[in-house]
């Protein structure tokens, strides 16, 4: 048996998981470090977690579709939202302007892509938004070393910046 033969007889076998499966009631999604419970809930009017369950207001009879595009733009809106003030506070405390953030949907890569700043423009990190699936500390380091990287880059002194005429 080749080991490609091999390989798609994994991918083919009966008892696998299917990666869709992960997208009905009472199944889990990855939120910092540990996971949530998906409830379909006709009873909310937005996506809200309580708890370990995240309540999508959807009908039980929702398509797989339907739930994981709900549960992902909540992931995605708390990625947001939790990277933004972990980026606040770090500059905050260290006197720098905060970079813009900018979540990335690239399936391939690192977590954090950095455009450094410029004397005319802030800085830029691209993180990849599925960060929020992990331990709080692992997202506090990944931002530190984007945020050191971005601050370290713009502190760069201006070759003739310093040059009176």
């Known amino acids: 048996m080749s080991l490609r ?66 549960a992902e733009a909540w992931l995605r809106r708390e990625a947001e939202q939790l990277f933004t003030n972990i980026i606040t506070r770090h500059t905050a405390a260290a006197g720098n302007l905060a970079p813009k953030l900018q979540l990335s949907f690239a399936a391939k890569g690192g977590w954090t892509d950095v455009e450094p700043a410029t004397r005319t423009r802030p800085g830029k990190i691209r993180c990849n938004w599925r960060l929020i699936e992990q331990a ?26 310093s040059v009176a005429l």
């Open 5 to 70: 033969t091999s390989q798609l007889a994994l991918r083919l076998d009966a008892t696998a998981v299917s990666p869709s499966r992960r997208w009905q009631d009472g199944d889990s999604i990855a939120f910092l470090g540990g996971t949530l419970t998906l409830r379909l809930a006709t009873d909310v009017e937005a996506s809200a977690r309580r708890g370990d369950e995240l309540h999508l207001p959807l009908p039980p009879q929702a398509s797989e579709r339907q739930i994981q595009d709900s």
């Open 136 to 161: 709080p500390e692992s997202i506090e380091q990944v931002l530190a070393s984007a945020l050191a990287a971005v601050q370290t880059s713009s502190a760069t002194p201006d070759l003739f910046g």
